[in-house]
């Protein structure tokens, strides 16, 4: 695969770059609430700005539309949040040295299943650039136009986060250092399961928090009340702990409630005794006691998934105190992107604190199962 220093050694004055860049950033309204993947991407246009590109198209997508142009979903707040951050105009359906398209998912033809449509719309691309540098890691696990189909069509690179990101989860697949800790929270154990099923033999410790606890506790004999349950997946949850053994460390005791509020009324209780008529919402501070002192002796921790509904004050505890005791290993950390991410800056969790966030969630899991990533695949030809 070839990088964007290959591409500054080869030389790129004088030429047009089209960029694919992922800014999905959450928004509040037209007010970006975590700028962070926007940061992530400002060390490639600086140095393609720095090395005399002749022009700069950076592309992106955001949120889901249904293939049409929809207000709520325009990138025009992230034109304007690039251009403060890289101190310079950005021209955003005009034409100028530094220009960011309208959201790519406007256009059915980037994420269309029809080769010939997804095809025609890459083309349509392909024209704003000599050269096309990939920098979206948070996209490379999708078959979009932007991503796949457009690397067949020019000189392809990958950018300086999409090198980066590699590297970092490269050193989890591979021979990490021991003791190698990894924590999963979020909702769904059906979501996490091919990560399990692949981190599992790698690892001396698994812990899980999360809505998805729950399914595993339930996989134990203990009742949950009515807490987030994956009937489908209890039998795979008895399986994977059995063969995880006291690898699989699950919640001692949990954040329950009859509401998800922030002004939701909560108990602190075993897992034991779980009310039937609450749920669940965040792992207790026993647990969380219980997850930093593993968390102390690790030198590879990968963490992906809140262990709790962080979103509502009463049920961020649990995140936040898992999240603090990561920043505290003295060894290589990394937050699997996703919510995890957007935890960490929500919560006020300092960033240097980990050894690398990445920008990417379903891909950053779908590189740790092994899957070839499309993204990836089309820069190495």
Known sequence: MKTLDDLLSEGV??????????????????RITDDGRIRAVLPTINALREAGAAKITVMSHLGRPKGAPDPKYTLAPVAARLAELLGTDVAFGRDGDLVLL??????????????????????????????????????????????????????????????????????????????????????????????????????????????????????????????????????????????????????????VATQISDDAATKTVGIDAIPADELGLDI??????????????????????????????PFEAGTRGVAEAITKVDGFTVVGGGDSAAAVRALGIPEDGFSHISTGGGASLEFLEGKALPGITALEV
């Open 102 to 255: 309208e959201n790519l998912r406007f256009n059915a033809g980037e994420t269309s299943k029809d080769e010939g449509e997804r095809k025609a719309f890459a083309q349509e691309l392909a024209a704003h650039g000599d050269v096309y540098v990939d920098d979206a890691f948070g996209a490379v696990h999708r078959k979009h136009a932007s991503v796949y189909d457009v690397a067949a069509l020019l000189p392809h690179y990958s950018g300086y986060l999409v090198a980066k990101e590699l590297e970092v989860l490269g050193k989890l697949t591979g021979e990490a250092e021991r003791p190698y800790v990894v924590v999963l929270g979020g909702s769904k154990v059906s979501d996490k399961l091919a990560v399990i099923e692949a981190l599992l033999p790698k690892v001396d410790k698994l812990l899980i928090g999360g809505g998805m606890c729950f399914t595993f506790l339930k996989a134990q004999g203990h009742e949950v009340g009515k807490s987030l349950l994956q009937d489908e997946m209890l039998d795979t949850c008895k399986d994977l702990l059995e063969r995880g053994g006291d690898k699989i460390v699950l919640p001692s005791d949990v954040v």
């Open 13 to 30: 004055a004088g030429r047009r770059v089209l960029l694919r860049a992922d800014l999905n950033v959450p928004l509040d309204g037209d």
């Open 284 to 313: 207790g501070p026993q647990s969380v006691a219980e997850f930093a002192g593993i968390l102390t002796g690790a030198k590879t921790v990968f963490w992906n998934g809140p262990m709790g509904v962080f979103e509502k004050r």
